[in-house]
Structures are given as C-alpha cells and as structure tokens.
C-alpha cells in the first residue's frame, strides 16, 4: 500500500510538474502583411523557437486587414498581437492610440554593435516618431531607376539627373519618335488611380522643387512648381508602353523583363524578380541608378511591438532575432531583397546577389515621405483618403480628362475639403 502511494505521489508530482512547465510556456503572437518578407518569417521561425523556446504565432493577412486589425489590436487594447509590421504612412497613427511600446530603453540596454548594423537613416525613417524610437526596420524599399545598361552604353546615354533627362531619354527610346529605337518604348508608367501614380509622381513633384503641403498644412499644388512637375509627368506617357493610365508596378516590370522598355521608375521590392535570369532574360543587362530628381520616396515596413504585450521581454526577443544580422542574411536564401541592415548590406556576398543594394542606401540620404511634414506632431493628416483624391488627379491628367491645370486645381480643393472635414483647418 505504502509503494502504490509513492508511486501515486510520483506520477501526481510528475503531472503538476508538467503542467506547471506548460503554464509558462512562452508564446507570442506576430501580424504581418503578405510579402516576401512574411515569407521568410514563416521559413526561419522555428529557427527561432529553437533558439529561445519562445512559441510563435504568426498571423499573415492583405495590407488592408493588416492596418484594420493592427490598428483595432491597438485603440481597443485586446492585445491579439504582440508584434506589428507597420508601413510606414501609419506610424503616426500607431503611436498616438498610445499603446505602441517606446524601444529607447530595450535600446539603451542594447549591445551597441547590434544597433550600429543599422544605418542610422533608416533606422531613424522607420523608427523614429518625435524622437522615440517604435519599431526597428523590417523590410526596405523605396523607389529606384532600373535601366538596360547595354542600350545605355551602345547609344551613349548618361543615367539622367533631372526629370528633364529622363524625358528627352525615354523619347530617344520611342520608336514612335525615333524609328531607330531598339527598345519599342522608353518607358513603363504606372499610373493606377491610387497608389501607383502618387508613388511615381510625388519624386517629380520634390524634383521641380514643389511639395503637397508647407509646414502649416497648406495645400500647394496650384504652385508653377507643381504645375511643371506633372506636365513633364504627362509628357512621359507619351513614351510609355500602352496602359499607362491602369498600370500598376507589376504590369513596369513585365514590360521591363519582356525588352519592350528601356528603362523604368519603380520599387527596389520588384529588383529581385528583375535580377533573376529566369525571369528576366536581361537580367545581366540591367543596372540601378538614383531616380532623376534626387528625392526617392520611402516605402517600407517596420515591426513594432503592443504595449500591452503580457510577455514584452519575448516580444522584444523576437523583435531584435527577426531584424538580427543573422536573420537578414539567411533571408536572402528565401527572398532577394534589400537587407534592412548596413552591417549585411556592406558584405561582398550579398552585394553579389543584390547588385542595387548601394543605390538604395545612397538614396537614404536624400529620402522623402508620402507627407513629409507627418511628424510635426500638430495633425494627423488622413493618409488613406489623400491618397485616392491626388491619385486620381494625378491619373484624370495622365489619362488625358483633365489638363495638369485642372487636375492640380481639382487636387487642391478637394485636400483642403478633406482637411477642413477632418476638422484640421
């Protein structure tokens, strides 16, 4: 009797044990947006669940749900995720619901070799929100010049510096103005009502010297520099390949990929698919400049932690492991893409394999934002709504409905409306 009741306290020790070892099992939970990166995660997570015996549940959803849900996750403090990707455009917004977790003193205790393998201009473009750190950089990307070197070459055509240049060398590439032309168009435009054609204009728009808004938040399209700026836009469709107006950045790079167009303005995300010779079969004919106009738009993601996060210590762990040296490197065996980090970046190998990965982080130097007044603090502008009405301006004048006057006029009554609803002016 005396032996079945040891064992009995045994077996009774060994499953409170258990449980208990259960019971604190670590477990955070991640939300990203569909994307090569979201890739990688999935690839490499259980690299990190053996590393750190920290459960991971990733949730990957469209970039619409990503900003609904992360944003809800947030204002409502249900705490569903312990870890955001953020675009960039809602930093802002996250912030001021208050419950996205300030880093500065996770990095204050940091290893300092850690935080100097972020080029402190992007750490600082995805991070920084009135000088606190919210995030560490998790994809990068931003708009580049993607040319056919060889055509450059053979006909003596310099990387053009102006939107001027890019004009008068993307007509020299038009066969319907130069019947010469090896290539049947100069160009590919993606001029897609919302996102495509304010992506593509904006950096002309800051190349003439023009911006959407001052310091005060005052609408200055119906400025001569806007004007010049999307006139010369409209002047490129005419050496674009066909669907100018509709064309998304997808729809650049097949006519890129398939010889059709000499050059392009575009994301560096699309540079992977460009540099591979399965799918481009002029892939070792392509080179990547500066876009003309000298400021590139940013684009691009950071990973943020919930302050309401009941584990901030593993969240913080997943954070530093998934913007981590290692992580980044490895990554580039799922997808090629831009390295978030300068220490990786800088490695001969990986220049190899990512062969605009220079041009990018020059870029970094001179990079501007949707709107680039967005943390002044005072307002909140809405991104999403300002998005769709200069779009369309953008694309009624590309498109030939409106001219560049109207459409600019158009633009600068309808942000001041939407301003003036949201109770900013």
């Not at 890739?39 to 015996?53: A, I, N, P, S, W």
């Not at 944003?71 to 995720?81: A, C, E, M, R």
Request: aromatic share 12%.
């Amino acid at each position: 009797m005396k032996k079945y009741l040891l064992v009995c306290l045994i077996s009774l020790a060994i499953l409170t044990l258990s449980f208990v070892a259960v019971s604190q099992e670590k477990e955070i939970s991640v939300l990203l947006t569909g994307s090569p990166l979201a890739d990688v995660m999935e690839t490499l997570q259980d690299d990190f669940e053996k590393e750190t015996g920290i459960k991971v549940k990733v949730e990957i959803v469209g970039y619409e749900d990503t900003h609904t849900k992360g944003i809800l996750d947030l204002v409502s403090g249900t705490n569903n995720y312990d870890l955001l990707m953020v675009d960039n455009p809602w930093i802002a917004e996250y912030v001021q619901t208050g419950n996205l977790l300030e880093l500065d003193e996770y990095m204050s205790k940091e290893d300092p070799e850690y935080l100097a393998g972020f080029d402190k201009a992007v750490l600082d473009a995805y991070g920084l929100y009135e000088g606190k750190y919210y995030g560490y950089p998790i994809m990068l990307t931003t708009t580049i010049l993607f040319y056919r070197s060889d055509l450059f070459e053979q006909y003596g055509k310099k990387i053009p510096e102006t939107w001027d240049e890019f004009n008068e060398i993307a007509k020299f590439f038009t066969q319907s103005f130069n019947p010469e032309s090896p290539v049947k168009y100069g160009i590919s435009t993606a001029g897609e009502r919302g996102d495509g054609a304010i992506s593509l204009w904006l950096p002309w728009l800051w190349g003439y010297g023009g911006s959407v808004f001052d310091e005060d938040w005052n609408v200055t399209l119906n400025t001569p520099e806007a004007l010049k700026a999307l006139e010369a836009f409209v002047e490129s469709a005419q050496y674009s390949a066909p669907g100018f107006g509709t064309n998304y950045f997808p729809e650049q790079v097949a006519h890129f990929t398939n010889g059709e167009i000499a050059m392009m303005e575009n994301w560096d995300a699309f540079a992977g698919d460009v540099a591979d010779p399965a799918k481009n079969p002029f892939a070792e004919k392509t080179a990547y400049a500066s876009i003309p106009g000298k400021y590139p738009l940013l684009g691009g993601w950071a990973l943020s932690i919930n302050k309401n996060s009941k584990d901030l210590d593993s969240a913080y762990t997943f954070l530093r492991w998934a913007c981590g040296p290692e992580v980044t490197k490895k990554s580039l065996d799922v997808s090629i893409a831009t390295p978030i980090r300068i220490d990786v970046a800088q490695d001969p190998e990986v220049k190899a394999v990512v062969p605009w990965v220079d041009v990018v982080y020059q870029e970094f130097k001179n990079i501007r934002k949707y709107a680039e007044t967005y943390q002044g603090g005072q307002i909140l502008i809405p991104e999403a709504e300002y998005h769709v009405l200069l779009g369309t301006a953008i694309n009624e004048a590309l498109t030939g409905q409106l001219s560049a006057k109207d459409a600019l006029a158009k633009a600068q009554k309808d942000i001041e409306d939407l301003l003036k609803k949201h109770g900013y002016k």
